[in-house]
């Protein structure tokens, strides 16, 4: 049974409490609200001290007569949201983390079924809960990785153009652009803001080497709060300093090591031992911050937590650059020909969003 109770400054549906001013910010009506789903009026009108003459609740609906003589309609859906859209976000019940044993067939999509939008959703999904995806039978072409990108949103284009070549080259200007193994990274922590997805196509694999290494920088965050709590703060408040620079380019930002949100939770990892700047911090804190910083590398390159795996030609795999670090575990020896790019997680979201929505 449906219960309303009216008292001076709220009223309830249901024993959950609305504020007045709540609901008149709130109201879904014509006057208030464009089709667009975009606000009309402006808070800064907003009585708060408004008052209510009368209220009914009926079949799913709230029905208000406010005493400016104002009416509004509310659907049960905007007083009870359901939570199914918002949990397409890097919430703890959203995330599956992962370690060194990752069932990467049990994050592999065929490519040939992107079509469908239920497999579109699940690849989609997989980035979302996992941070990585992989695509089997992918068309070995030049540039296909861009139209994976228009699936679900658009190209961030960066200095490096809509993607590059990783490859060996002569006088390269980035470590990635050699052959050399490379330390688990974030790719570009020196962007404001760091490119939020990263998807790398095999075009050609190595006859030998090359190897892929892969770690979960949200569970090794978590393998350090539990067992290195110290380590973690530290990572945690220190802000460190990034820099790219080339001829076409100087790039700079800041951030910390491990970024958190207002309840503590775990949003962004950001590390690159590469473009890291010479770290200035107070004598007496200088150890402290070293002993940590090793350790949390100790961590993500440990056998718990370090995935291994070769991609082959028609294999791309998509991840998301602010949780999952990624490097080369074995010098490539021969040919080897990834094509790689950079796009932006909300228009991830918004496509599984969209897809939820038709449903």
């Known amino acids: 049974m449906n219960v309303l109770s ?13 504020h007045f001013f709540w609901l ?7 006057e208030c609200l464009h089709p667009s789903g975009q606000r009309l009026q402006e808070v800064i009108n907003l009585d708060l001290d408004i008052k209510i003459i009368d209220a009914q609740y009926d079949n799913e609906q709230l029905f208000v007569e406010w005493q400016d003589g104002h ?5 049960h859906a905007l007083l009870f949201p359901s939570d199914a859209l918002s949990r397409t976000t890097n919430t703890d019940e959203a995330m599956t983390l992962w370690g060194s044993q990752l069932d990467q067939a049990a994050v592999s999509v065929d490519y040939r079924d992107l079509d469908s939008p239920e497999s579109k959703y699940q690849w989609l999904n997989l980035v979302n809960t996992h941070g990585i995806a992989f695509l089997r039978h992918v068309p070995n072409h030049d540039q296909q990785l861009l139209e994976v990108v228009d699936k679900f949103g658009y190209v961030r284009e960066t200095n490096y ?3 590059f070549e990783v490859i060996t080259k002569d006088n390269p200007e980035n470590l990635a652009f050699t052959p050399k193994p490379l330390s688990l990274h974030t790719d570009n922590p020196y962007r404001h803001p760091v490119p939020s997805l990263q998807l790398l196509h095999c075009l050609v694999a ?11 920088g949200f569970y ?10 110290h380590h973690f ?47 200035r911090l107070p004598f007496n804190e200088q150890r402290a911050f ?7 590398m100790e961590v993500l390159h440990s056998e718990k937590c370090k995935f291994t795996c070769k991609l082959q030609p028609g294999e791309l795999m998509m991840f998301d650059n602010e949780r999952v670090l990624h490097g080369r575990e074995v010098a490539a020896i021969g040919e080897r020909h990834l094509q790689g790019c950079y796009a932006d997680k909300d228009s991830l979201l918004s496509t599984m969003r969209t897809i939820q929505g038709e449903r």
């Open 206 to 216: 190595a006859p030998e080497g090359g190897i892929t290494a892969l770690a979960d």
């Open 71 to 75: 009416q509004s309609v509310y659907p």
């Open 161 to 163: 153009g809509k993607y």
């Open 290 to 296: 070293y002993e940590a910083y090793q350790c949390f």
């Open 6 to 18: 009216i008292f001076d400054t709220h009223l309830t549906v249901n024993n959950t409490p609305f």
């Open 220 to 229: 090794a965050a978590q393998i350090l709060r539990k067992q290195y709590k």
């Open 24 to 30: 008149r910010d709130n109201c879904p009506c014509s």
């Open 233 to 279: 703060d530290i990572l945690n408040h220190t802000i460190l300093s990034y820099r790219f620079k080339s001829a076409e380019a100087d790039l700079q930002s800041c951030g910390s090591v491990i970024e958190t949100d207002t309840q503590g939770r775990v949003t962004k990892v950001r590390l690159n031992n590469r473009s890291i700047q010479t770290i």
